[in-house]
């Protein structure tokens, strides 16, 4: 058996981590980060909610929340938050879409076919309804244009800890 990481078993306790962890992300980029007069962004505005949340956070999820939070609005397609106990190492075998209020199949592995036909439309991924996820995602995506989050978003979607998705409901073009 192998020993747990530290941030895995001190993150939810340990304050002074968490809010070094966002310290040092928003100083580096203010010291690196060339574009804050382009994107009008007051970067030192953003620094007290951020830690502010990672204050609130408990758990690895939510600090990373906290992390994208404060990065989504640098609009920089290349931002990541990785860690190695939050893998994303496992896909819905499905391609989704947007359109308007709705999240649709528009691809996927043939093998799934029957099961998540093309033009189905998402209503929840693992109880958390189609939208909700959606738009949850949108807002702590980093983003250089809107055609980056129509498809990057949508792909989000599908990624987590092989196993994680215990549901997804579908509704099919025949109900």
């Not at 690196?32 to 204050?55: G, I, K, M, T, V």
């Amino acid at each position: 058996m192998q020993p747990p990481s530290l941030l895995t078993t001190r993150a939810r306790t340990d304050l002074p981590e968490r809010l070094a962890t966002v310290v040092s992300a928003w100083g580096t980029l203010s010291l690196f980060f060339p574009f804050f007069s382009e994107l009008h962004l007051d970067w030192r505005a953003q620094l007290a909610p951020a830690l502010r949340e990672a204050a609130a956070a408990h758990t690895l999820p939510t600090i990373r929340h906290a992390l994208l939070a404060l990065l989504a609005p640098l609009h920089d397609n290349h931002v990541r938050v990785t860690h190695a106990d939050l893998l994303f190492d496992g896909a819905l075998p499905i391609a989704l879409r947007r359109f308007a209020d709705h999240v649709f199949v528009v691809g996927g592995l043939a093998d799934y076919a029957r099961a998540a036909p093309l033009g189905a439309e998402l209503l929840a991924i693992d109880h958390v309804p189609a939208l909700q996820a959606y738009d949850t995602l949108d807002r702590l995506t980093s983003s250089a244009t809107s055609g980056w989050t129509e498809s990057y978003v949508p792909y989000l979607m599908t990624l987590g800890p092989i196993g994680s998705f215990a549901t997804v409901r579908l509704r099919t073009l025949d109900g």
